[in-house]
C-alpha cells in the first residue's frame, strides 16, 4: 500500500508541475483571445460609447449585411484570395522542386533569401513597392513599359490597377515561408521512392508527377487553409499602399473593420463584421477539409 501511495503522490505532483507549465500559455489565451472574442460578441449586439453602451440586438448585422460596402469589400477580399493563393502555392512549390535536388548548403543560402521579406518591415517594404509602382517614369514597371513602347500606368491611382498591383506584391515575393514548408515536406519522401521510378526508367517529371504531388497533399492542403485564412485577414497592404481606394477598389473586409472602429468610432459595427469575417473563414476552412482533404491522411 505504501508504494501505491508514493506512486499516486509522485503522479499528484507530476500533475502540479504540469498544470504549472500550461497555466502561462493559458492565462495568455484567456486574456488575449477568448476574452477579445467573448467582448467583441457582446459588442456587437450594442450601439457602443464609452460612457454607456445602448443594446440595440441584431441592428449591427442588419446594417452591416445591407451595406454596399461591406459587399464590396468582401468581394474584393474574396478576388484577392483567388488571385493570391493559388498562384503563390504553384509559384512557391515550383521554387521548392527546383532547390530539392540542390545541396543542403545551397538551399539553405536561397531558403534565407526567400524568407529575408517575410522578416522585413511591412512599411519599408510599401516604401520600395511605392516606388517601383510610381506613376512617373521614375517607377520600375513604367520604365519596363516603356521599353515595351506601351504608356505608363497609374498602378495604384487606378481603380483597374490597384487590386492587381496589390497581387503582384504577392507574387514576387512573400514565398519564404510555403517554400521552407515544401522543401521539408520534399526532404521527408523517402528515396527508396526515387530508387524505384529509376529502375523503372521513370523522367524527373514523372516523379513529380506520380510520387512528389501526392504525397504533398496534406502539406498543399494545410497551405491552402492558412493562406486563405491569412488572405481575409489582409490589411497591411490595402492601408499602407493605396488607403482602400481608388474608389473602394481595394478595401477590404479587414481594412473596413479598422475604418469603421477607429475612424468613426462605430466599434460596434466593427465587431459584428469581424464576427462575420470569422464565420465565413470557417466556412471555407470546414469546406476545404471535406473535399479537399477527403483522401488525404492527417
Given at each position: 500500500?505504501?508504494i501505491?501511495?508514493k506512486r499516486?503522490?509522485l503522479?499528484?505532483?507530476?500533475e502540479k508541475?504540469?498544470?504549472l507549465?500550461?497555466?502561462?500559455?493559458?492565462?495568455?489565451?484567456?486574456?488575449?483571445t477568448?476574452?477579445?472574442?467573448?467582448?467583441a460578441f457582446?459588442?456587437?449586439?450594442?450601439k457602443?460609447?464609452?460612457?454607456?453602451?445602448?443594446?440595440?440586438?441584431l441592428?449591427?448585422?442588419k446594417?452591416?449585411l445591407?451595406?454596399?460596402?461591406?459587399?464590396?469589400?468582401?468581394?474584393n477580399t474574396?478576388?484577392?484570395?483567388?488571385?493570391c493563393?493559388?498562384?503563390?502555392?504553384v509559384i512557391s512549390l515550383?521554387l521548392s522542386i527546383?532547390?530539392?535536388?540542390m545541396?543542403k548548403w545551397?538551399q539553405?543560402?536561397f531558403?534565407?533569401?526567400?524568407?529575408l521579406?517575410?522578416l522585413?518591415?511591412?512599411?519599408?517594404l510599401?516604401?520600395?513597392?511605392?516606388?517601383?509602382?510610381?506613376?512617373?517614369?521614375?517607377?520600375?514597371?513604367n520604365q519596363i513599359l516603356?521599353?515595351?513602347?506601351?504608356?505608363?500606368?497609374n498602378?495604384?491611382g487606378?481603380?483597374?490597377?490597384?487590386?492587381?498591383s496589390?497581387?503582384?506584391m504577392?507574387?514576387?515575393g512573400n514565398?519564404?515561408k510555403?517554400i521552407?514548408?515544401?522543401?521539408?515536406?520534399l526532404?521527408?519522401i523517402?528515396?527508396d521512392?526515387y530508387?524505384v521510378?529509376d529502375?523503372?526508367?521513370?523522367?524527373?517529371f514523372?516523379?513529380?508527377?506520380c510520387i512528389m504531388?501526392?504525397?504533398?497533399?496534406?502539406?498543399?492542403l494545410?497551405?491552402?487553409?492558412?493562406g486563405?485564412?491569412t488572405?481575409f485577414?489582409?490589411?497591411?497592404?490595402?492601408?499602407?499602399?493605396?488607403?482602400?481606394?481608388?474608389?473602394?477598389?481595394?478595401t477590404t473586409i479587414a481594412y473596413?473593420?479598422?475604418?469603421?472602429?477607429f475612424?468613426?468610432?462605430?466599434?460596434?459595427?466593427a465587431c459584428a463584421?469581424a464576427l462575420?469575417m470569422?464565420?465565413?473563414?470557417?466556412?471555407?476552412a470546414?469546406?476545404?477539409f471535406?473535399?479537399?482533404?477527403?483522401?488525404?491522411?492527417y
Amino acid at each position: 500500500m505504501t508504494i501505491l501511495r508514493k506512486r499516486r503522490a509522485l503522479r499528484r505532483e507530476d500533475e502540479k508541475w504540469g498544470y504549472l507549465f500550461v497555466a502561462p500559455a493559458v492565462i495568455l489565451f484567456l486574456l488575449f483571445t477568448a476574452y477579445p472574442v467573448l467582448n467583441a460578441f457582446r459588442v456587437s449586439f450594442q450601439k457602443y460609447r464609452p460612457l454607456g453602451s445602448t443594446f440595440i440586438g441584431l441592428q449591427n448585422y442588419k446594417s452591416t449585411l445591407s451595406s454596399s460596402l461591406f459587399w464590396k469589400a468582401l468581394w474584393n477580399t474574396v478576388v484577392y484570395t483567388v488571385g493570391c493563393v493559388p498562384v503563390s502555392l504553384v509559384i512557391s512549390l515550383g521554387l521548392s522542386i527546383l532547390l530539392a535536388p540542390m545541396r543542403k548548403w545551397v538551399q539553405t543560402i536561397f531558403k534565407a533569401a526567400y524568407y529575408l521579406p517575410v522578416l522585413a518591415s511591412g512599411v519599408t517594404l510599401s516604401i520600395v513597392w511605392l516606388w517601383i509602382f510610381s506613376p512617373f517614369e521614375t517607377g520600375i514597371f513604367n520604365q519596363i513599359l516603356g521599353v515595351l513602347h506601351i504608356p505608363s500606368q497609374n498602378w495604384l491611382g487606378s481603380s483597374k490597377t490597384a487590386m492587381l498591383s496589390l497581387l503582384i506584391m504577392v507574387w514576387l515575393g512573400n514565398h519564404g515561408k510555403n517554400i521552407i514548408i515544401y522543401c521539408s515536406a520534399l526532404a521527408g519522401i523517402p528515396n527508396d521512392l526515387y530508387e524505384v521510378a529509376d529502375i523503372e526508367g521513370a523522367s524527373y517529371f514523372v516523379k513529380i508527377r506520380c510520387i512528389m504531388l501526392p504525397l504533398l497533399k496534406p502539406t498543399t492542403l494545410f497551405l491552402t487553409v492558412t493562406g486563405i485564412i491569412t488572405s481575409f485577414q489582409v490589411f497591411q497592404s490595402a492601408y499602407l499602399m493605396t488607403g482602400g481606394g481608388p474608389n473602394h477598389a481595394t478595401t477590404t473586409i479587414a481594412y473596413l473593420i479598422f475604418t469603421n472602429a477607429f475612424t468613426y468610432f462605430d466599434f460596434g459595427a466593427a465587431c459584428a463584421q469581424a464576427l462575420l469575417m470569422a464565420l465565413i473563414t470557417t466556412v471555407f476552412a470546414v469546406f476545404q477539409f471535406k473535399f479537399m482533404g477527403s483522401d488525404v491522411e492527417y
